[in-house]
Antibody, heavy 117, light 110 residues
């Protein structure tokens, strides 16, 4: 049973970058796609983007050029970087295994990131 | 990309059946049979309950079923139980190789 665990700072200052890592255990990071989602407090889910273990990516157009997702297969993790954050980026961030073109079958527990000075 | 449209809330009595709709466009829900549904209890991560419109992952109750007609997908919960009280989200794959989630539905068991 694959398990995912998000990690990173819980507090980020406005205009700075948010960086999170998702560590995959109990299964291979290879042969799969991996996605990041977020959920602002009291609101719905939003897909941010995906990465394939080969490094190919695609992102939600809503994030324009602010988002970068990367993968390090040797460390069994993939990462999210979101630049120029504002209070609107305050959310619980989730990582998930992406059965590409279909669905997300394993999720991390999520990590709350607050953007505040 | 705009979020898929779901009713904000649906309620039912124990044992009843309820249906949650998820309306998109011909570029997402209507284009592919790649619609999934997630159940989310307060403070918890979402959990996959339906994928590819009609399929249930192993371990998910057969009281959950999915369907699709045109640009609208639906999730039906039969034999409603207290444990079904949660938020439910649909999600669709799109023609630009992205995903879009629904606005979410709060299910209340009366």
């Amino acid at each position: 049973q694959v398990q995912l665990q998000e990690s990173g700072p819980g507090l980020v200052k406005p205009s700075e970058s948010l960086s999170l890592t998702c560590t995959v255990s109990g299964g291979s990071i290879s042969s799969y796609y991996w996605s990041w989602m977020r959920q602002p407090p009291g609101e719905g889910l939003e897909w941010i983007g995906y990465i394939h273990y080969t490094g190919s990516t695609n992102y939600n157009p809503s994030f324009k050029n602010r988002v970068t997702i990367s993968v390090d297969t040797s460390k069994h993790h993939f990462s999210l970087n979101l630049s120029s954050v504002t209070a609107a980026d305050t959310a619980v961030y989730y990582c998930a295994r992406d059965r590409w073109g279909g669905y997300f079958d394993s999720w991390g527990r999520g990590t709350l990131v607050t953007v505040s000075s | 990309q705009s979020a898929l449209t779901q009713p904000a809330s649906v309620s039912g009595s124990p044992g009843q059946s309820i249906t949650i709709s998820c309306t998109g466009t011909s570029s997402d829900v209507g284009r592919y049979n790649h619609v999934s549904w997630y159940e989310q209890h307060p403070g918890k991560a979402p959990n996959l309950i339906i994928y590819d419109v009609i399929n249930r992952p192993s371990g998910v109750s057969n009281r959950f079923s999915g369907s699709k007609s045109g640009n609208t997908a639906s999730l039906t919960i039969s034999g409603l139980q207290a444990e079904d009280e949660a938020d439910y989200y649909c999600c669709a794959y799109t023609t630009i190789d992205t995903y879009v989630f629904g606005t979410g539905t709060r299910v209340t068991v009366l």
